[in-house]
C-alpha cells in the first residue's frame, strides 16, 4: 500500500507541475479533452495521496478499528488546521469589512423641500468629470426632480477614515438649472454614462439628444458658480478602496487585498449645518475558500490556469442612481411633444 501511494505520488506530483505551466490545461482540453481534465485533477489526487502515505506510515501498524478510527480523526485534524487557517488569512480584510460598514445606517428623512441637490463625487465614482453635468445630474434637471444639481469633486482622502469628515458649506462649486430663454449660452454637455437600464426607460433614446432637444426648445441649461451652502441636499459619492481582482496574475497570493468599497452619504442642510441622514457602504471581497482548495482561474477566454479558490462576498448597496430613484421617484426625462 505504501509503494502505490509513493508511486501515485511521485506521478500526481509531476503532473502537478504540468498543470501549473501557463497554457498547459488549455491545450490538455483542446487535445480529447482526457488529458485536460487529467491536469486539472492532478493537484487533488496529489494532496490526497499525501494525506494519505502520512496517515499509513504513523498509523499502518495499529488494528483494523483503531486505524480507521485515527484515519478519521487525522483528516479532521487536516480539514481543521484548514478551516483555521483561512480564517487567519481572511482575519484582516473581514475586519476591514466590518470597520467600514460599522457605522452605516438606513434613509432617516424626507424629501420636502428638496430644491437643490448637491452632488460631490470623485472621478470613479461618478465615472467621469465630476464637475460636468453628466447622466444624473441631466435626469435630476429635466425630469424636474431638482430645480437645480450643484456639481464639485469630492475631497481627497488620505485614508477610508477621513471620507467622514463633515461636509465643507463654503466649497465652490457648479450650479446646473434649467431656465426658459429665447437662446440658450453655450454650456458643456458631454455624453453621459448610459446604463443600459436607462436605456430601457429612454425606450433607447440617448438622454444626451432628449437633453439637447430641451435645450433647443428653450429650455436653457444654465451653469454658474455657487457654494455648498446654498444646497438643500448633499449626497458624497466616494469610493474608498480598489481592491485587486483575483485573477490571473495573484491567483497565489493569499495575502490579496480584494476589498473595494464605495459609500454613498447623504445630508440634509438645516440651519446652515449638514445634519447626515443616511450612510451605506457597498462592498465586494474575495475572501480564501480554504488553503486546501485549488480551483481554476479564467482571465482569458483561452486562458484557464490552477489558483487558490476564493468565495465571493458582496454588499451590492445602492448606487446613487438608485438612491434617487427609489428615494425620490426619479424618472426619465420627459419628451418635449
Known amino acids: 500500500m505504501r509503494k502505490v501511494l509513493i508511486g501515485v505520488c511521485l506521478v500526481s506530483a509531476i503532473l502537478t507541475g504540468v498543470a501549473l505551466v501557463p497554457g498547459a490545461i488549455v491545450l490538455g482540453l483542446l487535445f480529447l ?21 502520512v496517515a499509513v506510515s504513523l498509523f499502518g501498524r495499529l488494528g483494523v478499528a483503531v486505524r480507521l478510527l485515527a484515519y478519521a480523526g487525522f483528516a ?3 480539514l481543521g488546521l484548514a478551516t483555521a487557517a483561512a480564517w487567519q488569512i481572511n482575519r484582516p480584510l473581514m475586519m476591514d469589512w466590518e470597520k467600514l460598514s460599522a457605522e452605516d445606517h438606513p434613509w432617516t428623512g424626507d424629501k420636502e423641500g428638496v430644491r437643490a441637490i ?19 445630474c441631466q435626469r435630476l434637471l429635466y425630469s424636474g426632480t431638482a430645480e437645480s444639481v450643484l456639481e464639485a469633486a469630492s475631497p ?9 469628515s463633515p461636509v465643507d458649506l463654503g466649497q465652490p462649486i457648479i450650479r446646473y438649472r434649467v431656465e426658459k430663454r429665447a437662446s440658450c449660452p453655450p454650456v458643456t454637455l458631454p455624453d453621459g454614462v448610459i446604463r443600459q437600464s436607462e436605456l430601457n426607460v429612454f425606450n433607447k433614446r440617448q438622454l444626451l439628444d432628449e437633453a439637447k432637444t ?10 454658474e458658480r455657487a457654494t455648498l451652502a446654498e444646497s438643500d441636499l448633499v449626497v458624497v459619492n466616494q469610493v474608498l478602496r480598489d481592491g485587486h481582482q483575483p485573477y490571473m496574475r495573484d491567483r497565489w497570493n493569499l495575502a490579496l487585498d480584494t476589498l473595494s468599497a464605495r459609500r454613498l452619504t447623504v445630508f440634509r442642510i ?32 483561452i486562458d484557464i490556469e490552477l489558483g487558490i479558490v476564493r468565495v465571493p462576498r458582496k454588499n451590492p448597496g445602492e448606487d446613487i442612481a438608485t438612491f434617487f430613484e427609489k428615494v425620490f421617484g426619479l424618472k426619465g426625462i420627459r419628451r418635449v411633444s
Not at 481627497?156 to 467622514?164: G, K, L, N, T
Not at 430641451?214 to 451653469?223: K, M
Not at 446652515?272 to 477566454?301: C, H, K, N, W
Open 270 to 301: 438645516r440651519d446652515g449645518r449638514p445634519v447626515q441622514l443616511s450612510r451605506e457602504t457597498a462592498m465586494t471581497a474575495y475572501p480564501v475558500f480554504t488553503p486546501l482548495l485549488i480551483g481554476l482561474r479564467t482571465g482569458d477566454p
Open 156 to 164: 481627497e482622502a488620505a485614508s477610508p477614515a477621513d471620507h467622514d
Open 76 to 78: 479532521l485534524l487536516i
Open 118 to 136: 448637491a452632488l460631490l463625487q470623485d472621478r470613479r465614482a461618478a465615472n467621469g468629470n465630476p464637475v460636468l453635468c453628466l447622466a444624473l
Open 214 to 223: 430641451r435645450i433647443a426648445a428653450g429650455n436653457c441649461l444654465i451653469a
Open 33 to 53: 479533452v482526457v488529458p485536460g481534465v487529467v491536469l486539472i485533477a492532478a493537484p487533488y489526487v496529489f494532496a490526497a495521496s499525501v494525506a494519505s502515505l
